[in-house]
């Protein structure tokens, strides 16, 4: 079944992918800000029988050097079978969404993209656009902690999930170190002169070249990837250097919604100092402490369930439906 309808600014496309008993997904494309290129997205309504006109809208994105078949689904499911609607999206450059080199992360342009897909679900007629919730995990945790201090974008909430929040471990100097500055420099280079980029791992082991290579990451990260399918395990070397100055934290004190923070006290990736600082700056921060690491959060992990728990009643009691 396709619906089409032309919406002012966006044209739209739903193509159904499943329905079940608690939700129907679809697949969506959002014309982003860079003309031709266009987001690619699921949308996920409640059961026919739980729509409520209109729905409450939570907007989602994936995490660094991911895309949004890493896990996300998950989460998404759990809320459209709780009477919320979502959109789950790739970013410009990564997973299903246009934009070439593939793999750069640029933070400016994620925040852009979250942007236009509020937009997008604030002019669809089913949601209601008083009632739109921020998600995020990890890097983009970073991105709804950030949008939640914007007044311009006015969420009624905003969730985070072991969320980068500016402060990273500290970087060894050793020969893996001077390999990646290399690459970095190198690839602004290429870039520069219009060159395929200069990759290098997402994530591996300790000591090693890659972007992240804290104990347990890279197993963490493969682990959270669906079984039948291959990471992709590269992303442009100088998207490190987009990572030191963002400082989400350091938007706390303007926070103008209620925000939860999911907090894994052992994530040696994120540290959770960052969180327990925003929680100290702004009475809108609540802090929910798990007592793991940072991908035990995700499906099929230790702590998953506790994680949707605490987000689930974050959200009956802030846009209760
Ligand atoms: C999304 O990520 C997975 C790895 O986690 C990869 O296999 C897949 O190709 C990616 N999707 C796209 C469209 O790039």
């Known amino acids: 079944m396709i619906n089409i309808c032309l919406c002012l600014g966006f044209s739209r496309s739903a193509l159904l992918l499943t329905t079940t008993m608690s939700f129907e997904k ?3 494309k959002i014309a982003s800000a860079r003309p031709g290129w266009n987001l690619d997205a699921w949308q996920y309504l409640p059961a026919a029988e739980r729509r409520t006109q209109p729905l409450p809208i939570i907007v989602m994105a994936h995490g660094f050097g991911a895309n949004k078949t890493m896990g996300l689904a998950h989460y998404a499911e759990a809320f459209a079978a709780a009477g919320y609607a979502c959109i789950v999206f790739d970013y410009r450059r990564w997973g299903a969404s246009d934009g070439t080199p593939r793999h750069v992360l640029i ?3 994620q925040l852009e993209d979250y942007r236009t897909v509020i937009k997008y679900a604030r002019q669809q007629p089913e949601f209601d656009p008083q009632r739109l919730v921020l998600w995020g995990s990890s890097f983009s945790g970073a991105h709804t902690i950030t949008l939640s201090a914007d007044a311009t974008v006015n969420a009624i909430a905003a969730m985070a999930q072991c969320p980068y929040t500016g402060l990273s471990p500290p970087l060894p100097l050793d020969t893996a170190y001077l390999k990646i500055a290399g690459s970095a420099l190198l690839d602004i280079i290429k870039q520069g002169l219009g060159l395929t980029p200069v990759y290098i791992p ?9 972007a992240l290579t804290t104990e347990g990451t890279k197993s963490g990260m493969l682990a959270i990837c669906s079984k039948d399918i291959e990471y992709w395990n590269e992303i442009s070397a100088s998207s490190l250097l987009q990572i030191p100055s963002y400082q ?6 303007s926070v103008n919604c209620p925000l939860l923070i999911v907090l894994p006290t052992e994530d040696n990736l994120c540290l959770p100092e960052g969180a327990v600082q925003i929680s100290k700056t702004t009475e809108k921060c609540q802090l929910v402490s798990i007592p793991c690491g940072h991908f035990d959060l995700y499906h099929g992990m230790s702590h998953h369930t506790e994680s949707i728990t605490a987000q689930l009643e974050f959200l009956e009691k802030h846009v209760p439906v």
Not at 248 to 253: F, N, S
């Open 107 to 109: 933070v400016k342009d």
């Open 26 to 28: 679809s697949a969506l």
């Open 202 to 210: 997402v994530v591996s082991e300790p000591k090693s070249v890659g």
């Open 248 to 253: 989400p934290r350091a938007k706390a004190a």
